[in-house]
């Protein structure tokens, strides 16, 4: 009996012992390979973009861990500052002011940006519909804008790298490649979302298409090669349907007559407001020649009417003629459209502030109608703090986006819920900047990078339950090998 307490202590005594040296064996593999391949203190890069809008610039700013440059490092946004005012294009009487502009915004940058890093952050400006406008127009003025906004960018600490007007293909394209980014779509290979973006100016719709487009329409097509894939794009930029221009034509439409008022069912009943002739017919866009009339200007009158608004929305696209196998509007090639969709910039403004970002689209169709018909007084007290010039045109922004979206581009009842209206994904806001910059950087390899077999994480899990295994294969072998207990077993 002696003899075998005598052998259950030493057993003990060894399991223990080899317990002990056992998880501490495996808590120091465990840490050490935590440890050796636990990052380096992160150091971002950081580079800098400005989307001069038809209505508004703003500035945004990009960040990303300095070490993965091209390679799996998300690039996001880490701030954006908007600039006081309206669009570089609205500084057309005095071109020399529009710099002057942006100054504020980019003392922000500059504190907000680790001096260290400065001189090697690159700074771009892209200028959209309301510069391609004002080309339109004046050539000479436009320059002279670019000019002012050059000498401002070019005094700056960083390292600038030009200011232009992009082109539509490049704003619905680049609008595409940040949201699929940021979905992280294109790393995975796995399908894409299309992009609907709308501006004051101008509206772009891209998607993933055959590549037959490129065929019945090459100016509608833009490939890329990303991380191993390849992407064949529909494009197209509609210059003067943005919702701003949209209105213009809308009001041109009902002022044709050239009286003294109009009833516009696309405003609120009881508003009441004297534009003047000029403000309508003095865009570019505006192809319908302003009414032969002494009269400078006319009361705007709203009617708070949805359905009859959207007919009057629809008589500013063209539908008669189409010289391709399909047409969206305006003679303008569209393929079959291909979703998911992600809607940004005043598609999300509007629908958000209706709260239209979910739901059918009858369902959309009867709010906005309940919406549109209520008194304008009623509105303003209910928002005192929305901008008035957003307040009063929320209902035709509303309609115009439910006719561009259906009549336009031919979206369904079935298909309407395919379109997600959003504003930022992961932080970084939606828009055409964060694709340019990343284009422009070479920061999307055409070809997918090396990446290890496993992440971090599964490596040290694999590594720990291993460790367990074989930590529980040496206990078994010593349970049963073990020669006192084998003696032990013979006594007994
Ligand atoms: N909170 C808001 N509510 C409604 N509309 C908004 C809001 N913020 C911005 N917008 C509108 O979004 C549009 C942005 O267009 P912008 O990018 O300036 O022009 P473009 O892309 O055509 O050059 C403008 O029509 C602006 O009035
Ligand atoms: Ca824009």
């Known amino acids: 009996?002696?003899?075998?307490?005598?052998?259950?202590?030493?057993?003990?005594?060894?399991?223990?012992?080899?317990?002990?040296?056992?998880?501490?064996?495996?808590?120091?593999?465990?840490?050490?390979?935590?440890?050796?391949?636990?990052?380096?203190?992160?150091?971002?890069?950081?580079?800098?973009?400005?989307?001069?809008?038809?209505?508004?610039?703003?500035?945004?700013?990009?960040?990303?861990?300095?070490?993965?440059?091209?390679?799996?490092?998300?690039?996001?946004?880490?701030?954006?500052?908007?600039?006081?005012?309206?669009?570089?294009?609205?500084?057309?009487?005095?071109?020399?002011?529009?710099?002057?502009?942006?100054?504020?915004?980019?003392?922000?940058?500059?504190?907000?940006?680790?001096?260290?890093?400065?001189?090697?952050?690159?700074?771009?400006?892209?200028?959209?519909?309301?510069?391609?406008?004002?080309?339109?127009?004046?050539?000479?003025?436009?320059?002279?804008?670019?000019?002012?906004v050059e000498e401002v960018l070019q005094s700056s600490p960083f390292s600038y790298q030009g200011a232009r007007i992009i082109t539509g293909q490049e704003e619905g394209a680049f609008g595409w490649v940040t949201v699929n980014y940021l979905s992280d779509r294109l790393k995975q290979g796995s399908g894409t979302t299309g992009a609907l973006d709308l501006g004051g100016a101008s509206t772009q719709i891209s998607f993933v298409a055959n590549q037959d487009v490129a065929e019945e329409s090459a100016e509608n097509a833009v490939t890329f090669r990303l991380y191993g894939n390849d992407y064949f794009l529909y494009t197209h930029s509609f210059l003067c349907y943005g919702k701003d221009q949209a209105l213009k034509l809308a009001l041109a439409q009902q002022t044709q007559s050239g009286d003294s008022s109009v009833l516009d069912p696309c405003f609120h009943p009881g508003y009441s407001v004297d534009r003047s002739y000029f403000s309508v017919y003095s865009s570019p866009c505006v192809m319908a020649g302003k009414p032969l009339v002494s009269r400078d200007s006319f009361t705007h009158v709203g009617a708070g009417n949805a359905s009859l608004c959207q007919e009057v929305v629809r008589r500013i696209f063209n539908f008669s003629s189409c010289s391709f196998s399909r047409c969206s509007f305006n003679r303008v090639y569209q393929p079959p459209l291909q979703g998911p969709f992600?809607?940004?910039?005043?598609?999300?403004?509007?629908?958000?502030?209706?709260?239209?970002?979910?739901?059918?689209?009858?369902?959309?169709?009867?709010?906005?109608?309940?919406?549109?018909?209520?008194?304008?007084?009623?509105?303003?007290?209910?928002?005192?703090?929305?901008?008035?010039?957003?307040?009063?045109?929320?209902?035709?922004?509303?309609?115009?986006?439910?006719?561009?979206?259906?009549?336009?581009?031919?979206f369904t009842s079935?298909?309407?819920?395919?379109?997600?209206?959003?504003?930022?994904?992961?932080?970084?806001?939606?828009?055409?900047?964060l694709g340019y910059m990343l284009n422009l950087t070479n920061m999307i390899p055409a070809e997918a990078p090396d990446t290890p077999p496993l992440p971090h994480a599964g490596y040290v899990t694999l590594l720990f339950f291993i460790s367990l295994l074989l930590f529980f294969l040496l206990f078994l072998c010593f349970r049963f090998l073990w020669p006192h207990r084998n003696s032990q077993t013979q006594m007994i």
């Not at 993965?68 to 002011?97: E, L, M, W």
């Not at 209706?354 to 007084?377: A, D, F, M, V």
């Not at 298909?415 to 900047?433: L, P, Q, R, V």
């Open 342 to 410: 992600g809607a940004f910039s005043a598609f999300y403004f509007v629908m958000n502030f209706l709260n239209l970002t979910s739901g059918s689209l009858e369902s959309s169709r009867e709010k906005l109608e309940r919406y549109c018909s209520r008194p304008w007084t009623q509105i303003k007290q209910q928002h005192p703090d929305v901008k008035e010039k957003y307040l009063a045109e929320y209902c035709f922004s509303g309609s115009y986006i439910l006719s561009l979206l259906t009549d336009g581009y031919n």
């Open 1 to 148: 009996m002696s003899c075998q307490t005598k052998g259950k202590n030493a057993w003990y005594k060894a399991v223990i012992i080899i317990t002990v040296l056992g998880i501490t064996a495996i808590v120091a593999l465990v840490t050490t390979a935590v440890l050796q391949n636990k990052p380096l203190l992160q150091k971002y890069k950081y580079g800098i973009v400005l989307d001069a809008g038809s209505s508004h610039t703003a500035v945004y700013i990009y960040e990303w861990p300095a070490e993965k440059d091209n390679d799996t490092g998300r690039v996001q946004q880490t701030h954006s500052c908007k600039v006081q005012g309206a669009g570089i294009s609205s500084y057309s009487v005095f071109p020399g002011q529009a710099g002057a502009s942006l100054k504020s915004c980019m003392k922000e940058a500059e504190s907000l940006i680790p001096l260290s890093r400065h001189l090697e952050t690159p700074l771009y400006l892209g200028a959209t519909a309301g510069m391609r406008l004002l080309r339109m127009e004046n050539q000479s003025l436009s320059d002279q804008v670019l000019w002012s």
């Open 414 to 433: 079935d298909t309407w819920t395919d379109i997600t209206f959003i504003k930022k994904i992961s932080g970084s806001d939606a828009g055409w900047t």
